[in-house]
């Protein structure tokens, strides 16, 4: 599958539009579980649920057509990426619409975790987070956007940013260490 993904997003690099909608029943299911996995800490009365997140984030992907894309990994982080910025545009309707009402938290699960795995984070809060690391460290704000948002491995990570696995490691730490600083959760 790894390679079916591959070929049809040079494809679709190549400026093959209908590439895309051969890619999505490919990744559908590894798309549906990352929403999920977004919105299973949610309040409960989350009014967006996994399957609209996901194809949302569809309907903007397919305005990334001349996208380059690299591979599999490289197109969930993107997909990763979209799905992060819906969850933030909703989150911020949402309180503006209730004024100071229930906050919109995500868990950040073991793997990725920040502080605790106790606690949650306020998904607009680190979303500041993560742009004030990129107004001096771009590259750890997109490492922390794919390891976070877009679920992708060490290695996959890797493979995106172009860099080592020991780089990721490394400047994984450092982006935790600052985000916790910063969220202070």
Same mark, same amino acid.
């Given at each position: 599958?790894?390679?079916?993904?591959?070929?049809?997003?040079?494809?679709?690099?190549?400026?093959? &539009? #209908?590439?895309?909608?051969?890619?999505?029943?490919? =990744?559908?299911?590894?798309? *549906?579980?990352?929403?999920?996995?977004? @919105?299973?800490?949610?309040?409960?009365?989350?009014?967006?649920?996994?399957?609209?997140?996901?194809?949302?984030?569809?309907?903007?992907?397919?305005?990334?057509?001349?996208?380059?894309?690299?591979?599999?990994?490289?197109?969930?982080?993107?997909?990763?990426?979209?799905?992060?910025?819906?969850?933030?545009?909703?989150?911020?309707?949402?309180?503006?619409?209730?004024?100071?009402?229930?906050? &919109? #938290?995500?868990?950040?699960?073991?793997?990725?975790? =920040?502080?605790?795995?106790? *606690?949650?984070?306020?998904?607009?809060? @680190?979303?500041?987070?993560?742009?004030?690391?990129?107004?001096?460290?771009?590259?750890?704000?997109?490492?922390?956007?794919?390891?976070?948002?877009?679920?992708?491995?060490?290695?996959?990570?890797?493979?995106?940013?172009?860099?080592?696995?020991?780089?990721?490691?490394?400047?994984?730490?450092?982006?935790?260490?600052?985000?916790?600083?910063?969220?202070?959760?």
């Amino acid at each position: 599958m790894p390679n079916d993904v591959t070929e049809l997003l040079i494809r679709l690099s190549e400026g093959n &539009e #209908n590439a895309v909608n051969e890619i999505f029943p490919l =990744i559908y299911k590894e798309l *549906k579980l990352l929403a999920g996995s977004y @919105l299973k800490n949610e309040r409960v009365n989350h009014t967006l649920q996994p399957t609209a997140l996901v194809h949302e984030a569809y309907l903007r992907l397919i305005d990334h057509t001349r996208m380059n894309w690299q591979n599999r990994a490289h197109f969930v982080g993107m997909a990763a990426t979209i799905m992060r910025q819906i969850l933030i545009d909703h989150a911020r309707r949402h309180r503006a619409r209730k004024r100071g009402g229930a906050e &919109e #938290n995500l868990q950040l699960d073991e793997s990725i975790v =920040i502080v605790s795995d106790e *606690k949650s984070v306020d998904l607009l809060a @680190l979303d500041e987070a993560l742009k004030e690391l990129a107004k001096f460290d771009e590259f750890k704000s997109r490492l922390v956007e794919l390891r976070y948002f877009g679920g992708l491995s060490v290695e996959e990570t890797a493979t995106v940013l172009g860099v080592s696995e020991i780089t990721v490691k490394r400047h994984w730490r450092l982006a935790k260490a600052f985000l916790a600083e910063t969220i202070q959760v």
